[in-house]
């Protein structure tokens, strides 16, 4: 089924341990795109400024991912973004930020991905991505992802967006800041009672944990990685690699879901072995479900 994603596309500069990548592709709409599109074809909507260094089409050339949605503005420079990684890679410092066309008027959905069924919504203001879903028909499946400074700074509008949404896909310290819980179970409880059907709380390096409203839960570990080169993107592949599934089965029910959680863990895994997008380009389906079995295989007893 259709799937479409809206968010950023920037030009990133990481710092790790392992080394510097400057002036690279990020942005969230991106790494979504790229690991979604192993799955599913992918409806983009986003925005960059003339000044991007980077041919999308050609960056999407090995997937199904529709730039009609993707506006270029003639007088505006794109997002731009500089961090870095500490020793344990869970510590980041951002270095740098210019919002540049993300402190504009957002995109416009085309009028041909309007009737869009699974929708993802990429971490920007609450009120955005409110006026982003209003452009949808009937959509199907919407999930979200969002962050401390707009639970901090715009609850208000990030309670009225959950109560439009299916599905919140959310740290675990930002689970905990919402839902004013620290037990983890507990926050996702109390997040299920503002609206959305479905949460995912992302623990890093510990996996993630999934509830439903019909009292389901669902822990994974993450895939054990021998080292992290560059976490940037990891989140966004995670909800690519989930949607994705989602939209190619065209099903929500919990054991799909499980399924969808398992995938993007394994997409996110490929994201933090290499800089920017190099651990996704050099992978395939075919690695991707061995690495689904290993999974599996690990995580049975």
Not at 81 to 105: F, I
Not at 158 to 165: E, G, H, M, P, S
Not at 250 to 271: C, P
């Amino acid at each position: 089924m259709s799937l479409l994603v809206t968010g950023s596309i920037g030009i990133d500069t990481v710092k790790t341990p392992y080394g510097v990548s400057e002036n690279c592709l990020g942005g969230s709409a991106v790494y979504f795109s790229m690991t979604a599109g192993f799955f599913s074809p992918v409806r983009f909507v986003g925005v960059i400024g003339s000044d991007c260094p980077f041919d999308l089409a050609e960056v999407f050339a090995n997937r199904d991912v529709d730039l009609r949605g993707l506006e270029i503005r003639a007088q505006s420079k794109t997002f731009r973004w500089a961090g870095t990684y500490h020793e344990n890679m869970d510590d980041r410092t951002t270095d740098h930020v210019e919002l540049n066309v993300l402190a504009e008027a957002p995109p416009k959905v085309p009028d041909a991905f309007k009737d869009s069924k699974f929708v993802f919504l990429a971490n920007t203001a609450p009120i955005l991505q409110q006026q982003l879903l209003e452009q949808i028909d009937e959509p199907v499946f919407v999930a979200v992802d969002t962050m401390n400074l707009w639970i901090q700074g715009y609850p208000d509008d990030l309670i009225a967006l959950l109560t439009k949404i299916d599905c919140l896909i959310i740290n675990e310290d930002e689970a905990r800041m919402l839902a004013d819980r620290h037990n983890l179970i507990r926050a996702a409880k109390k997040i299920l009672e503002m609206g959305p059907s479905v949460v995912i709380a992302k623990k890093g390096e510990s996996g993630s944990i999934m509830c439903n409203t019909d009292g389901d839960i669902f822990i994974l570990p993450a895939f054990p990685a021998d080292d992290v080169i560059d976490p940037t993107g990891a989140g966004d592949s995670f909800a690519g690699g989930f949607m994705g599934y989602l939209a190619q089965t065209g099903r929500t029910d919990f054991e799909t879901l499980k399924t969808a959680v398992a995938y993007g863990t394994v997409l996110a895994s490929f994201t933090i072995a290499d800089f920017s997008l190099d651990g996704l380009t050099s992978t395939d389906r075919t690695n991707i479900d061995e690495r689904l079995q290993e999974l599996r295989n690990i995580t049975q007893f």
